[in-house]
């Protein structure tokens, strides 16, 4: 009797060892995890040290007195602010600005502003078996402001976008 007694013990602490195992299987996949982060927010793992450039800015920007070595220096403090270290270096990755701009006919005092934070890196096109200098993510910002207000909507627009940059930066660690 003594001896079915642990026996019967013995089986009934398996079969809840079995029990609890098989729920800890199950419930795996309700468990959190990491969520995978989208390519274009993966390729800038890692990314502290960066060459900048701003690209030629679009008439209406420029008819009103917005500068592109003004908004390159508000780039670079913006930049260092966040913990990039910009460097004068040709070198990738290269953070690319781009400047748009968009007039109601029927409204022209008002300007739309876009701005385009580009990340050129190197990668290996696989298809072509190349490796090229290509932008593998953007941050895009729009705003709308006066003609005389361009000079503060553009640099308000390029500390925006470092901001977005930075946000995305901090997601990969």
Known sequence: MVRSFH??????GVLILVTVAAGVVMAAPILPRKPQ???EVRCLTGLKRVSIAIDPL???LVAAKVGADRLQAVLREELVR???EVVDENITPRLIVQCFTVVDPANPETIGVTTLLGVNQEVLLKRLNQEMTLPV????TTAMGKRSDLPRVAESEVRRVVSMLETFVARTR
Request: charged share 20%.
């Open 7 to 12: 026996r019967l013990r013995s089986v009934v």
């Open 37 to 39: 982060l989208p390519d």
């Open 58 to 60: 679009p008439q209406e």
């Open 82 to 84: 966040a913990g990039f």
């Open 137 to 140: 993510a953007t941050v895009v």
